[in-house]
């Protein structure tokens, strides 16, 4: 308990330091300044018949990867849900899913007097947690308030693992306060072991993100922007960051130079950067479309900005190809399946340690090419267009990945029922 008692000395004497950076983060992101009590704890009490089930999904990848796993418990109509997050961009995306259906809270900091309220006010009958987001003082006053945890989806990387390494005890305390760990990959399960879990607590069940299928609305709105396209090249750079902007935009001058008409769609992975890259695009002499603007491109429009949230997946089936961000810097990359969904050519960077295996087995399947440059990237896109006979045997190959990998949610949904109902 020592180790918990200095971890939690240590967020009281930084609390004042936190909340300054709050306010700091919201001049670029103002969402992060809305509902500030909440994080203390202060949220509105929820009043329901049905028990309610809390759901933390930490920032907008937990929140895509919780939404299959939202939807069936929605289906099954057992419980009320309340889902917590820590950024803007997961709360929004919760918002435009599901609206009302469910509850929405800010996550409290992991301090016991915030935690503690937190809890009187939602009476939760269990705690479900997305990947990787463990807190020391959340499964501890869970496991004293008889409040079951479940790890879902669970992902531990080893350059998290040794993170967590560094304070073995409180991994060790957490370990035995969570209930259950559905994981992955073995790997996975092993890294978790090495931080103290008993093995009788994991449960290799897959990957949830593999449980998606393409809504027939988004489907219909695609097929109707892509006639309005008018058979345009098209090519979509989605969840960039900082540094990747300059990359995208230098291979796509060498594309318009054998492509004249061809279009890029470049959606930023956080919205506080959306001007930034506008800014950019423009400063590069591009002709720019603003999705939250002007909707689809003119014809002499050459670069569409997706400055809107939620339409990632929509946008993905404007294009002939794929090139998914945060992995030309180190930033770890992200999901490829909401573009393996739609059977196109899928491209990233070597930087894709948060999806090392997904990465792997994409790549030896022949559904995936890793690039390293502009010129590599402008190669990509040419040929994927240029040659749609290889181009759709790419895109095949990862959509029946895609469905050959699903059931992650079957098992998840048993573990949770489980889970309350013992």
């Known amino acids: 308990m020592i ?5 939690t000395l240590v967020w009281y004497l930084a609390l004042p330091f936190i909340l300054a950076r709050l306010v700091w983060r919201s001049v670029k992101a103002p969402g992060y300044r809305q509902h500030i ?37 929605l289906h099954s109509n057992a419980f009320h849900l309340l889902i917590t997050n820590t950024t803007p961009t997961g709360r929004a995306r919760i918002a435009q899913e599901f609206g009302t259906q469910v509850s929405q809270a800010w996550a409290p900091y992991d301090i016991p007097s915030g935690v503690e309220r937190f809890i009187s006010r939602a009476n939760p009958c269990a705690l479900i947690i ?12 869970c496991r004293q308030k008889q409040i079951p945890s479940l790890l879902a989806n669970g992902r531990l990387s080893a350059k998290s693992a040794s993170g967590y390494q560094r304070f073995a005890k409180l991994s060790a305390a957490m370990m035995r306060d969570i209930n259950r760990l559905t994981v992955q990959t073995d790997a996975h399960a092993e890294r978790f072991e090495q931080l103290g879990a008993k093995r009788d607590k994991i449960q290799v069940v897959g990957n949830i993100k593999f449980d998606i299928n393409l809504d027939s609305a988004i489907a219909s709105k695609a097929q109707a922007a892509r006639s309005t396209l008018a058979g345009r090249p098209c090519f979509i750079a989605g969840s960039t960051h900082a540094g990747e902007d300059d990359i995208i935009l230098a291979a796509f001058s060498q594309i318009i ?3 004249p008409q061809a279009l890029l769609i470049l959606v930023p992975r956080h919205p506080e950067r959306f001007d930034t890259v506008a800014a950019l695009i423009q400063a590069k002499g591009f002709n720019l479309a603003r999705r939250s603007q002007d909707h689809l491109p003119r014809a ?9 949230l939620g339409e990632l997946t929509l946008l993905y089936g404007l294009a002939d190809a794929a090139f998914i961000g945060g992995s030309l810097i180190p930033r770890g990359g992200h999901n490829m399946l909401e573009a393996a969904l739609w059977a196109i050519p899928l491209a990233t960077g070597p930087h894709m340690e948060n999806f090392q295996q997904l990465h792997e087995e994409l790549s030896l399947c022949g559904a995936l090419t890793t690039l390293h440059n502009a010129d590599e990237l402008a190669e990509f896109f040419l040929r994927c267009y240029l040659d749609p006979a290889q181009a759709k045997q790419l ?8 469905v050959k990998n699903q059931g992650a949610l079957c098992r998840i949904l048993a573990e949770i029922t489980h889970l309350v109902n013992h």
């Open 3 to 7: 180790g918990l008692r200095l971890y």
């Open 257 to 259: 130079q054998k492509l």
């Open 130 to 141: 997305m990947e990787t987001e463990l807190w020391p003082n959340w499964l501890n006053i």
């Open 37 to 73: 009590p909440e994080r203390l704890g202060f949220i509105t009490p929820i009043k329901t018949t049905k028990p309610c089930l809390w759901i933390h999904a930490v920032s907008l990848g937990e929140s895509i990867a919780a939404t299959p796993l939202i939807k069936a418990l």
């Open 300 to 308: 002499e429009q050459q670069v569409l900005l997706g400055d809107t």
């Open 395 to 402: 895109g095949q190959a990862g959509f029946v990945y895609l």
